[in-house]
């Protein structure tokens, strides 16, 4: 049990680029999650995939954010036109199906700034 | 929906003495309700969590929490803190395996 991994863990993009982040969840774990943590905030909510599928995206989730996991194992989360308000962590966590679902496992998270 | 406010946004601390960090939510159903440790630069880590059952829960580092449905409280205690408790804490609350709710945390500053 390797624990969740997140690639790259810094990233410094100019406004306008877009950005890509990979999560790695904890093998046999079915559910992933996304949050976003500004500074001195809790993390907010971002999207939940079960599987390959994207069951709840917050209203944070703007069109200029997309989030896949195409074959149920690892997700990304891209961030197209990037603005200095998404300056933040990008947190990820998964969740396993059987034993306790509820009990989420984060990774290191990637810190975005945008300048 | 839920929500959760950590009313302490710091809380100062001399080494070996006793820390209390509270949190409070709210929700119209059952919840679930965690702690996480967030040191600098790096993710969060699972301290305890309140599922069901006994309303005292034991965690890691020496941590525990009491679980109160009447104040609809879930607060974070530790009898001796150590300098390397220097952290920030979230407390957390789901009704499900959706999203967590977290607060907006509290730095603990243990100092020598």
């Known amino acids: 049990d390797t624990g969740v991994s997140q690639d790259p863990r810094h990233k410094i993009t100019k406004r306008g680029q877009n950005v890509t982040f990979r999560c790695d969840p904890i093998?046999?774990?079915?559910?992933l999650y996304w949050y976003r943590q500004t500074l001195g905030q809790g993390p907010e909510f971002l999207t939940y995939f079960q599987n390959e599928a994207q069951l709840e995206k917050s209203r944070l989730l703007s069109d200029r954010f997309s989030a896949e996991r195409p074959k149920g194992s690892f997700s990304t989360l891209e961030i197209q036109r990037t603005e200095q308000g998404d300056s933040a962590m990008y947190l990820c966590?998964?969740?396993?199906?059987?034993?306790?679902?509820?009990?989420?496992?984060f990774g290191p998270g990637t810190r975005l700034t945008v300048t | 929906a839920q929500s959760v406010t950590q009313l302490d946004s710091q809380v100062p601390v001399f080494e070996e003495a006793p820390v209390e960090l509270r949190c409070n939510y709210s929700?119209?159903?059952?919840?679930?309700l965690f702690w996480y440790v967030q040191y600098p630069n790096q993710g969060l880590q699972l301290l305890l969590k309140y599922l069901s059952g006994s309303t005292l829960v034991k965690g890691i580092n020496g941590f525990e929490a009491e679980f109160n449905k009447s104040q609809t409280s879930f607060h974070l205690r530790k009898p001796s803190v150590h300098i390397s408790d220097t952290a920030e804490y979230f407390c957390?609350?789901?009704?499900?395996?959706?999203?967590?709710?977290f607060g907006t945390g509290t730095r603990l500053l243990v100092s020598p």
């Open positions: 966590a998964s969740s396993p199906n059987r034993g306790y679902p509820w009990e989420q496992y």
């Open positions: 093998s046999e774990h079915n559910r």
């Open positions: 957390a609350v789901n009704t499900g395996f959706q999203k967590l709710v």
């Open positions: 929700s119209s159903v059952s919840v679930y």
